[in-house]
């Protein structure tokens, strides 16, 4: 059954340093999202992609954050200047292009700013 | 802003018994729903949704519920096995053109126990 996958499983870094998330949606899907967990905390939405460009970001995705598709397997999320506040679980999820697809998430990284 | 809520953060349901998990949300715009099992260290697992022209969906052991005056959905379970136990998110997306990231609740955490 195909799936999200996402590297790395965890990852730690110091404030103030760049990071990158990766993520490996359904083949045949369109749309791509990033959410976040932060420990103890609902899941949170950042950004949605469809068609190389955003289509919608939260309050959250400030300037720190981008998206990118390098290519046409990957989906990535770069964070600039990590802050503390950033440790979090952050999945990526993907869906097809019909009406009320459903979301399909990956298995997340554990993202650890010290 | 807590537009989808969870009340009860956990569960207790002995093996062979209905689990009942409740959620309440409050933006009359929401007509998707749906909701995630999600293990610890794993990424949210879809298992059901529901559409705001029905009221009652099902799959196997799962069936939603949605009362649309009331802004209030249900999961039921049953029978419920001990592989059930995780964490329940429900999940709420808005019927625009322009969005459809989902707004997530809290949680419930369901313990099934033999």
């Known amino acids: 059954e195909p799936e999200v996958t996402q590297t790395p499983s965890h990852q730690v870094t110091q404030m103030g340093q760049e990071v990158i998330l990766r993520c ?9 999202y990033w959410y976040r967990q932060i420990l ?3 899941v949170e939405f950042l950004v949605s992609f469809y068609n190389n460009e955003i289509s919608e970001k ?15 397997s990957n989906f990535t999320l770069k964070i600039r200047s990590t802050k503390l506040e950033d440790s979090a679980m952050y999945f990526c999820a993907s869906r097809g292009t019909s009406y009320r697809e ?13 | 802003d807590q537009q ?57 052991r799962f069936t939603v519920f949605l009362n649309k005056s009331a802004k209030h959905l249900s999961l039921h379970i049953v029978p419920s096995q001990p592989g059930d136990s995780a964490v329940y998110f429900c999940a709420a997306s ?12 809290t949680g419930t ?6």
């Open chain 1, 24 to 32: 490996v949606p359904i083949s045949n899907h369109l749309y791509f």
């Open chain 1, 40 to 42: 103890g905390q609902k």
């Open chain 1, 58 to 72: 939260s309050e959250i995705f400030d300037d720190q954050f981008s998206v990118e598709r390098p290519d046409g």
């Open chain 1, 102 to 114: 459903t979301q399909y998430f990956g298995p997340g990284t554990r993202l650890l700013v010290l």
């Open chain 2, 4 to 60: 989808v809520k969870q009340n009860s953060p956990s569960l207790s349901v002995q093996e062979g018994r209905i689990s009942i998990l409740n959620c309440d949300y409050t933006n009359s715009m929401f007509d998707y729903f749906l909701w995630y099992k999600k293990y610890p260290a794993e990424g949210p697992t879809f298992l059901i949704s529901i559409s705001s022209i029905k009221d009652k969906n099902e799959d196997g």
């Open chain 2, 94 to 105: 808005e019927g625009s053109y322009n969005t459809d990231k989902l707004i997530f609740g």
């Open chain 2, 109 to 114: 955490r369901l313990q099934v126990f033999p």
